[in-house]
């Protein structure tokens, strides 16, 4: 079996951690694989569509189960799922990104790249912004997991606007790191905010904002 | 997801949503693991084939 079949699966975070970091590895040096990757990332972002569309959530449910009834013992590890939320609005924009080449290079340069730290982030944590002409990057290191059953969800702080807007980009950290692109125009907002939320985020938020990075 | 062969859906399905790696899958299937991590790069090949097909109309 060769390392370059495990794209899919790295995509879909099914490779075993040992696994995860051997592809992870191959991946640096290995132009082939990144590019597979970014392309097949963009089907993966859309599988909540897909299910939306041609399988509602509780048939969904009944089959996995089924398949999965037998042994009771969860993963064993903890998993952060790809969001189910996910719009299709961000699965959309993803996937025409992708299209017309965008993705692939983007994290490679540094052009045109402001780096922004949080003024206030759980202890510990380290989150940054990257600004970019046309989207902005929530990056998070070391970051705790959301309390159990809640997802972290990024929120726009514009000027003269007392509540802040909320996004669809909901996420939970991986071994406390998470990546989130942030779209919209961010030309009049004063601070990117997050919050913890019930899945599938709110319209306001619901607690104070955890981290705050002010533009 | 339709369009998919059911094995592929399968698996796409048991990582994505349920979480399983492709060793668990395999466990639970009953099959090897690296035919399963080939499902997935296949699946997710023809869904991406798919969306472009679908975003060009």
Redesign the interface.
């Given at each position: 079996m060769s390392v370059h079949e495990s794209t899919g699966a790295y995509v879909l975070d099914a490779l075993p951690p040992d696994e995860r970091r051997e592809f992870e590895a191959h991946l640096e040096g290995c132009e082939a694989c990144r590019r597979e990757v970014e392309q097949l990332r963009v089907a993966a972002d859309a599988l909540p569509v897909g299910v939306t569309q041609y399988a509602p959530p509780p048939a969904l449910k009944e089959r996995l189960m089924a398949q999965v009834a037998a042994p009771a013992a969860p993963p064993a590890r903890a998993r952060s799922r790809r969001p189910q939320w996910f719009g299709w609005r961000s699965a959309l924009a993803l996937a025409c990104a992708a299209l017309i080449g965008i993705g692939i290079g983007r994290a490679l340069s540094g052009d045109d790249v402001q780096r922004l730290q949080a003024s206030v982030a759980p202890a510990g944590a380290r989150v940054s912004l990257e600004m970019r002409d046309d989207e902005s990057t929530l990056i998070a290191r070391d970051l705790p997991a959301p309390p159990q059953g809640r997802v972290y969800q990024v929120w726009l702080k514009r000027r003269g606007v007392a509540a802040p807007e909320p996004t669809d980009a909901l996420f939970t950290p991986r071994d406390g790191r998470a990546e989130v692109d942030v779209t919209g125009d961010l030309g009049d907002v004063e601070a990117v905010l997050v919050t913890h939320e019930p899945p599938g985020g709110s319209r306001a938020p619901t607690v104070a904002p955890l981290i705050s990075i002010t533009t | 997801?339709?369009s998919l062969p059911p094995e592929q859906v399968?698996v796409?399905?048991?990582?994505?949503?349920?979480?399983?790696?492709?060793?668990?899958?395999a466990d639970?299937l009953g099959a090897p693991g690296?035919p399963?991590?080939?499902?997935?790069?296949?699946?997710?090949?023809k869904?991406?084939a798919s969306?472009?097909g679908a975003?060009a109309t």
């Open positions: - | 997801m339709e399968q796409i399905e048991l990582a994505y949503f349920g979480g399983f790696t492709h060793t668990e899958i639970r690296g399963i991590k080939g499902r997935m790069r296949l699946g997710l090949q869904l991406r969306l472009e975003l």
